[in-house]
């Protein structure tokens, strides 16, 4: 790029103060909006279990008895909010503010040191008004301390190379440490280190500083690595999800995003112990976290060893999702919340969509001098691949948006930097980017969101009401006939009323969906217990022992059914499906 004059540092102070007040301003009107709402007051899905985990810590369970299955870093540090402050959702929503309002200065500091003053106001800029930021940093999940840590990693290996960076390798050594941190938030950062290591330098710096690299990882993962050692006897430096994930990611019924192991498992309670029953079952014996996890690898990579044409269009696929312009929602739908939220609908406009356009025009101009950006370029592109390797919601791309903005930013700092006024071509060029992914009028996936809302009615137990819950199931089913759970749910509150008819006739239909649940198995022999078809009942259960022979609502009703059997003229006894929690 051209040079352009420098700003006056007082100037340039004013304007970083005001994106800093405008990302802190918008984020507190956003949690004002949303803070009473479902999904921010009452948890679902990984929120919840977030929840649960975190507070067993606190009240002194900091060791933990198993391998971790999930990333660590963030349950703990809710755990010390907890501790502190109390169970205050509130306490946790704005100290993620906090920190994602320091990310934006860190992305500025990272923009400045990458390119000039304007690039880096410009990331700040976009940082402190990007929708996706402002709708994770009020939510109980790690995607807003993992944009933060990135920032000011981002940070980091910009100064450690840039010409100027001094000759020591603390430099090196910080940014490793925070690399280090980023795996403790989402295990995939760890794919990251062969994509940062050429940014070490030339061959004679290459090996002293990639080991200082590689030595700030290595020291950030090593208690969990040597507490993962002691408690389950697996010294595996994150998890052993890995493995999972791989498989979920890349085998024949695979379709780019998140389809549980074992169907009607998605909740975090349950995903961990599924996949190890299989693995021990298929092995004939009991396996360590490490066996289970090298058990999912290998069968991940033995299909795409032996099925190259599906496992690389599968990657195909998954690329197109990772740059698709829709927020691919999780159990939160993006487009639903924004309609709670004045703030995330008015005052936070740039999308995904526009950050894409607006990094290719950067791109474009650096095109014969990018060296600059090298770790922008580097990181976006590492955490691209090591995202797609596996499956993904859009939260799963989210770390890689602050490197895209640093790109990003390049047009904007061009369209500032000319002495005289910009052209009104390029001022509204940058508006219709802005504008563009709007108009396309993204909407909520509302049979994701009923769903989930009636979960939440469901686990309000006796303070829920189950009409409600039934009725956001209903019109989960009305908009997506093919949703399993919710078949599944309505078909339990028909048996929780005693309608055995209405009952089967969800169970079976969930049972179409997918055979293979053991939980869909239990149910539909529960039914015909209580109707009073034994040899049915019995087929039943004996499936879905098959499928899990520690299904706890098939083993409830066998066990019933076989004092049935014995005990001919007893009268019989009501025997609703025993459903697992979801």
Known sequence: MDSAPPLDPRKTRRLLLLILGAALLVRLLHWGAVRDEPFFASLAMDSQEYDRWAQGIAAGDWAGSQVFFQAPLYPYGLAVIYAVFGHSLDAVYLIQIALAVAGCWALYRAGLVMGDERIGLAAAALAALYGPFLFHDVQLLKESAAVAVVSFLLWTLAAAWSEEAPKDLRLWLTAGLLLGVLVLLRENALLLVPFLLPLAGPKRRLLRRGAALIAGVALALLPVAVRNGVVGGSYLPT????????????????DGTYRPIVPGKQIPALERRGPVQIAERDLGRTLTASEVNSFWMGKAVSWAAGNPGDFLRLQFRKLRMFWSWYEWPDAIDYYWVRQLSPALRWLAPVEFGSLTLLALAGLWIVRREPGPFAPALLFTLGWMLSTVAFFLFSRYRLPAVPALMILAAIPLARLVERRERPRKGAILGVAAILLLPHLIGFEPRMDLVHYNLGRLEDERGAAGDPDVAQEHYKAAFILNPQDFLACLNLGNHAARRGDWGTALRFFQRAEALEPKSDDV???????????????????????ALALNPENAAALHNHEILMRRLSAPLSPPPSAPPAETPR
Not at 239 to 252: E, K, L, M, R, W
Not at 521 to 543: C, H, M, P, S, T
């Open 239 to 254: 998890t052993f999800q890995g493995g999972v994930n791989a498989y979920i990611g890349n085998n024949p019924d695979a």
């Open 521 to 543: 198995q239990a149910n539909l022999g529960g039914v015909y217990l209580a109707i009073g078809q034994l040899d049915e009942a019995r087929a039943r259960f004996d499936r």
